[in-house]
Protein backbone atom coordinates (compact mmCIF):
# COMPACT_ATOMS: atom_id res chain seq x y z
CA UNK A 1 0.00 0.00 0.00
CA UNK A 2 3.21 2.10 0.04
CA UNK A 3 2.85 2.61 -3.70
CA UNK A 4 -0.18 3.23 -4.12
CA UNK A 5 -1.67 6.63 -5.61
CA UNK A 6 -4.94 8.04 -4.71
CA UNK A 7 -5.42 7.71 -8.63
CA UNK A 8 -5.44 3.62 -8.15
CA UNK A 9 -8.38 3.36 -5.42
CA UNK A 10 -10.44 6.28 -6.31
CA UNK A 11 -13.51 5.70 -8.27
CA UNK A 12 -13.99 7.64 -11.18
CA UNK A 13 -17.00 8.90 -13.03
CA UNK A 14 -18.02 11.97 -10.95
CA UNK A 15 -21.57 12.16 -9.97
CA UNK A 16 -22.15 15.46 -9.62
CA UNK A 17 -24.70 18.31 -9.38
CA UNK A 18 -24.99 22.25 -9.77
CA UNK A 19 -25.28 24.74 -6.55
CA UNK A 20 -28.90 25.64 -7.71
CA UNK A 21 -30.12 22.46 -8.21
CA UNK A 22 -32.84 21.57 -5.54
CA UNK A 23 -32.39 19.38 -2.38
CA UNK A 24 -35.10 17.03 -3.84
CA UNK A 25 -32.97 16.17 -7.39
CA UNK A 26 -29.57 15.82 -5.09
CA UNK A 27 -31.68 13.20 -2.90
CA UNK A 28 -32.83 11.31 -6.31
CA UNK A 29 -29.45 10.81 -7.69
CA UNK A 30 -27.80 9.91 -4.14
CA UNK A 31 -30.75 7.03 -4.52
CA UNK A 32 -30.06 6.12 -7.65
CA UNK A 33 -26.76 5.96 -7.23
CA UNK A 34 -26.52 3.94 -4.01
CA UNK A 35 -24.21 7.15 -2.74
CA UNK A 36 -23.72 9.13 0.45
CA UNK A 37 -21.52 12.00 -1.16
CA UNK A 38 -22.21 14.23 -4.01
CA UNK A 39 -19.80 16.91 -5.55
CA UNK A 40 -21.27 20.45 -6.35
CA UNK A 41 -20.06 21.89 -9.85
CA UNK A 42 -20.14 24.89 -11.29
CA UNK A 43 -21.56 25.39 -14.93
CA UNK A 44 -17.81 25.21 -16.12
CA UNK A 45 -17.26 22.07 -14.39
CA UNK A 46 -14.93 23.69 -11.68
CA UNK A 47 -15.58 21.55 -7.86
CA UNK A 48 -17.39 24.50 -5.77
CA UNK A 49 -19.04 22.13 -3.34
CA UNK A 50 -19.45 18.72 -1.10
CA UNK A 51 -22.97 17.92 -0.11
CA UNK A 52 -23.62 14.54 1.73
CA UNK A 53 -26.60 12.87 2.83
CA UNK A 54 -25.48 14.32 6.66
CA UNK A 55 -26.41 17.52 4.80
CA UNK A 56 -28.91 16.46 3.35
CA UNK A 57 -30.67 15.05 6.55
CA UNK A 58 -29.23 18.38 8.56
CA UNK A 59 -30.65 20.97 6.69
CA UNK A 60 -34.28 19.06 5.01
CA UNK A 61 -36.08 18.08 8.76
CA UNK A 62 -36.30 14.59 6.87
CA UNK A 63 -34.35 13.28 10.06
CA UNK A 64 -37.52 13.96 11.44
CA UNK A 65 -39.12 10.92 12.62
CA UNK A 66 -42.71 12.22 12.78
CA UNK A 67 -42.04 14.00 9.78
CA UNK A 68 -44.56 13.03 7.03
CA UNK A 69 -42.67 12.17 3.81
CA UNK A 70 -44.97 14.27 1.83
CA UNK A 71 -43.43 17.35 3.66
CA UNK A 72 -39.88 16.00 3.84
CA UNK A 73 -39.87 15.94 -0.59
CA UNK A 74 -41.87 19.27 -0.10
CA UNK A 75 -38.68 20.77 2.22
CA UNK A 76 -36.14 19.81 -0.15
CA UNK A 77 -38.19 20.61 -3.29
CA UNK A 78 -37.49 24.63 -1.52
CA UNK A 79 -34.34 24.13 -0.69
CA UNK A 80 -31.31 24.70 -3.25
CA UNK A 81 -27.45 22.63 -3.23
CA UNK A 82 -25.96 25.45 -1.77
CA UNK A 83 -27.84 26.39 0.87
CA UNK A 84 -26.55 22.45 2.81
CA UNK A 85 -23.50 22.10 1.01
CA UNK A 86 -19.87 23.12 2.31
CA UNK A 87 -18.07 24.93 0.12
CA UNK A 88 -14.32 24.78 1.38
CA UNK A 89 -13.84 21.22 0.71
CA UNK A 90 -10.47 18.89 1.07
CA UNK A 91 -9.46 17.66 -1.75
CA UNK A 92 -6.91 15.03 -3.19
CA UNK A 93 -4.84 15.18 -6.30
CA UNK A 94 -5.06 11.53 -8.28
CA UNK A 95 -1.07 11.24 -7.98
CA UNK A 96 -0.78 12.18 -3.89
CA UNK A 97 0.34 8.69 -1.77
CA UNK A 98 -2.53 6.74 -0.32
CA UNK A 99 -1.22 6.97 2.57
CA UNK A 100 -1.54 10.61 3.27
CA UNK A 101 -5.01 10.94 1.96
CA UNK A 102 -6.06 8.12 4.15
CA UNK A 103 -4.18 10.68 7.02
CA UNK A 104 -6.11 13.40 6.36
CA UNK A 105 -9.16 11.69 6.15
CA UNK A 106 -9.23 10.13 9.34
CA UNK A 107 -7.51 13.07 11.09
CA UNK A 108 -10.71 14.90 10.13
CA UNK A 109 -13.19 12.35 10.06
CA UNK A 110 -14.28 13.05 6.73
CA UNK A 111 -16.08 10.47 4.84
CA UNK A 112 -14.68 11.49 1.37
CA UNK A 113 -12.09 13.08 -0.50
CA UNK A 114 -13.10 14.93 -3.95
CA UNK A 115 -10.26 13.93 -6.40
CA UNK A 116 -9.13 16.87 -8.48
CA UNK A 117 -6.70 18.25 -11.24
CA UNK A 118 -6.76 21.59 -10.95
CA UNK A 119 -10.21 22.20 -9.89
CA UNK A 120 -11.37 19.46 -11.93
CA UNK A 121 -13.01 16.68 -10.31
CA UNK A 122 -11.78 13.74 -11.42
CA UNK A 123 -12.51 10.87 -8.78
CA UNK A 124 -14.11 10.65 -5.39
CA UNK A 125 -11.62 8.38 -2.35
CA UNK A 126 -14.53 7.35 -0.15
CA UNK A 127 -14.52 5.10 3.11
CA UNK A 128 -16.03 2.72 0.94
CA UNK A 129 -13.57 2.36 -1.33
CA UNK A 130 -10.55 1.34 1.32
CA UNK A 131 -12.91 -1.43 2.48
CA UNK A 132 -14.02 -2.43 -1.18
CA UNK A 133 -10.03 -2.49 -1.41
CA UNK A 134 -8.56 -4.72 1.58
CA UNK A 135 -11.93 -6.96 1.36
CA UNK A 136 -10.88 -7.70 -2.26
CA UNK A 137 -7.64 -8.06 -1.32
CA UNK A 138 -8.32 -10.79 1.02
CA UNK A 139 -9.66 -12.84 -2.33
CA UNK A 140 -7.15 -11.92 -4.49
CA UNK A 141 -3.80 -10.39 -2.62
CA UNK A 142 -1.89 -10.46 -6.65
CA UNK A 143 -4.23 -7.96 -7.54
CA UNK A 144 -3.83 -5.95 -4.46
CA UNK A 145 0.02 -5.75 -4.57
CA UNK A 146 0.29 -4.24 -7.90
CA UNK A 147 -2.91 -1.91 -7.77
CA UNK A 148 -5.14 -3.71 -10.14
CA UNK A 149 -7.66 -4.50 -7.27
CA UNK A 150 -10.43 -3.49 -9.95
CA UNK A 151 -12.37 -6.36 -11.17
Known amino acids: ?32 HR ?8 AEGDLVGLLTHRDLLRHSLIE ?3 LPLRLARTVLRRLRVDEAMTSEVETADPEELLGEAAVTMFDNKYGCLP ?14 DFVRFFALSRRRPALARVGGWRA
Open 115 to 128: VVEGARPVGILTEA
Open 35 to 42: IRHLLVVD
Open 64 to 66: QVA
Open 1 to 32: MHDLRVRDLMSPGVIAVGPEESLAKAYELMLD
